[in-house]
């Protein structure tokens, strides 16, 4: 099958000290992907993911994002920060400032835009994630679960190729998960390029077009969700869904 690649890795080592935290991994995302990486804590999932927008170096290899290498360091990799939207477990807002502020920030900052230009494209974005009432509320006053989706929306501001989430609901209240895997769901459908780390299995059977399972810095299964979850070919893989599925 013809992907279009938009990331590629190549024999990528990243070392932690001793620790050989992803050891020799390939792996191509192509456009419009929706690749979910899961695996036991400590497999290396987290790392690979900020490993793609450099958040995270390696020793070796090579990472590719639209056929260009990533820069080492500078403007360019502000640009490139730009075109790979980024979510993680902590919502990282600023606190002091509105939720419209909060998404409108990056754009007058590193795209340029004019502040009423970027107030609008927020103002539609927030739309899109459900929040467009809470526009001028600070980020205390709001949810774990809304201030996810604000952090989803600033990403989306900077209009990225792709979007990477690093274990977006691991910090939220259960009844907070579905509020955000739905617009991730959204996303996934719209097209939107996307590597996500979660330990939402029904969220990487629906919304995935690939599972990528790893251990011990390695990717082990590169599968569909379909052959994935109903036979995995390796003991580890075997091994983590027994212990996750029972529950």
Do not use: W
Request: hydrophobic share 40%; proline share 4%; aromatic share 4%.
């Amino acid at each position: 099958m013809a992907v279009d690649p938009l990331i590629e890795l190549s024999g990528v080592n990243k070392y932690y000290g001793e620790l050989h935290v992803l050891q020799d991994v390939d792996l191509t995302v192509g456009r419009g992907e929706v690749v979910v990486v899961i695996g036991p804590s400590g497999s290396g999932k987290s790392t690979l993911c900020r490993t793609m927008n450099r958040l995270e170096t390696i020793e070796s290899g090579t990472i590719s994002i639209d056929g260009q290498p990533l820069p080492e360091e500078g403007r360019a990799l502000a640009t490139l920060r730009a075109e790979v939207g980024m979510v993680f477990q902590s919502f990282n807002l600023f606190a002091h400032k509105t939720v419209l502020a909060n998404v409108s920030l990056a754009q007058t900052k590193v795209r340029g835009r004019k502040k009423d230009e970027a107030d609008k494209r927020s103002r539609e974005l927030l739309e899109r994630v459900g929040l467009e009432d809470q526009a001028d509320k600070l980020p205390a006053q709001l949810s774990g679960g809304q201030q996810q989706r604000v952090a989803i929306a600033r990403a989306l501001a900077m209009d990225p190729k792709v979007m990477l989430f690093d274990e977006p609901t691991s910090a939220l209240d259960p009844e907070m998960i579905n509020e955000v895997l739905e617009v991730m769901q959204q996303l996934a459908r719209d097209g939107m390029t996307m590597v996500v780390v979660t330990h939402e299995m029904g969220f990487a059977r629906s919304a995935a077009n690939r599972v990528v399972f790893m251990a011990d810095g390695r990717i082990v299964e590169d599968r569909t969700p379909e052959g994935f979850f109903t036979a995995p070919e390796s003991d580890r893989a075997k091994d983590f869904l027994s212990k996750i599925l029972k529950h």
